[in-house]
Each structure stands twice: as C-alpha cells, then as structure tokens.
C-alpha cells in the first residue's frame, strides 16, 4: 500500500470510529429513546450517569481526532471500551463488538502513523 493510500484509509477509518463513538453512542447518551431505561437496567448503569459517561466518550473521542493528540485518545478510548466490555461480559451479552472498535481505533493510528505497527510487531520505535 503506498504511504498516501495508508494515510487517507487511516483518515477514513479515524473518521468512522469517531463517527459511531461520538454520533451513534455519545450523542444518544443524552437524549430519551424507546428501550433505554430497560438497557440501562439491565446493564446496571442509573440513568443519571449517563450523561457524564457520554461526556467522556466524546472527550476521549476528540482527543483521538485531533492529530496532536491521537496517541493520548487512543489510549483513552482503549480504556474506555475495556469498562463497556466488561459491563457486557457481567451482564453476558455479546462483548465482540467494543472489541471491534477498540482494534479499529488502533488500526486506524497505525495506519496513520506506521511506527505504532512497528512498536507492537517488534518492542521497538526505532531502528537503534
């Protein structure tokens, strides 16, 4: 793959889990929808703290969109999804897909920045 064919995939995957951790998870977290106080019960999370945990899923997820800051969201939004897939696996429903979009994310920075590929392939940034 050429560096810029990496680099717009990267943008684009970077554009997708954004998307769906901002617009399709984050935003929904403060707004009333049919079955949402029956998730939540189910899933062991009062209503009122939803708000704060959509506060922080679209502040670690803009980290990760803005380039400086990439790395630091990245990780953030790692730890993020390892609690929504731990409250998945307490309650034993399906925990695939937060794993999904934490590997996307990590896809996504590697792509573009290929030294991130090179540090977990091999232990090392560089070269020395």
């Known amino acids: 793959m050429s560096n810029k ?31 949402k106080n029956e998730m939540m019960d189910k899933m062991g999370i009062p209503l009122s703290l939803l708000p704060t945990i959509g506060v922080i899923e679209i502040a670690v997820t803009l980290l ?5 800051t990439s790395f630091l969201g990245a990780i953030l939004i790692t730890g993020y999804l390892g609690g929504a897939i731990l409250t998945h696996v307490r309650i034993s429903d399906p925990w695939v897909f937060p ?3 934490g590997v996307l994310t990590w896809v996504a920075l590697g792509l573009r920045h290929p030294v991130i590929f090179k540090l977990a392939l091999t232990g090392r940034a560089g070269d020395a």
Not at 8 to 33: H, N, Q, R, Y
Not at 64 to 68: D, E, F, G, S
Request: avoid cysteine; hydrophobic fraction near 55%; charged fraction near 10%.
């Open 5 to 35: 064919a990496r680099l717009i995939t990267g943008w684009v995957l970077t554009g997708l889990v954004g998307l769906f951790l901002i617009g399709a998870s984050g935003i929904p977290k403060f707004m009333d929808w049919p079955g």
């Open 64 to 68: 990760y969109l803005v380039p400086r």
């Open 99 to 101: 794993v999904i979009i």
